[in-house]
């Protein structure tokens, strides 16, 4: 499916057809592409569900590529997402000071309550680090892919 049939199938949509019209919200330019790949992961961390949707509505207000945005949501997907909330409560851990306790007698809910912290440190700060190092690595490829085609 390309950029032509998604934006043909978002005309038909009821509640999406105003974001086909935007022609800039579709546009490969390195700005727009770095900024839209950089909201999909950095929402990708951030927020367990509902990426794609969220991802989309900050892409449309901050103009950026909904392409790019929708499709690096995919970075938590069934292989990486246990990976990556393990690592995201680690920084959590070690920024907040905070770590579980285990004990035996303790339920899941006392277990989650106290991963609470920990885990909303570490989801904002690697979400907002690797916004950041999206958007700077994507954006320098970009321009060295460009810099090849010219030579």
């Known amino acids: 499916m390309n ?4 934006k043909e199938t978002l ?15 579709w546009l490969w330019q390195r700005h727009r ?3 839209g790949a950089a909201i999909g992961v950095g929402i990708g961390i951030l ?14 207000l901050l103009r950026a590529n909904i392409g790019a945005a929708a499709a690096a949501t995919f970075i938590t997907n069934p292989f990486t997402t246990i990976p990556i909330y393990v690592g ?6 070690y920024l907040s000071g905070e770590s579980i306790i285990y004990q035996e007698s303790a339920g899941i809910i006392e277990l989650i309550s106290q991963a609470g912290t920990p885990l ?3 989801m904002v700060t690697c979400s907002i680090g690797a916004f950041m190092l999206t958007y700077g690595l994507i954006y320098v490829f970009f321009g060295f892919v460009r810099s ?3 030579d």
């Open 3 to 6: 950029f032509q049939q998604i």
């Open 11 to 25: 005309a038909k949509s009821r509640w999406l057809g105003f974001i086909a019209d935007r022609h800039e919200l």
């Open 33 to 35: 592409v770095a900024l």
């Open 47 to 60: 927020i367990p569900l509902a990426q794609i949707p969220i991802s989309v509505f900050f892409s449309f």
């Open 88 to 93: 995201v409560f680690k920084v959590g851990e």
């Open 120 to 122: 909303v440190i570490g």
């Open 148 to 150: 090849r085609q010219t």
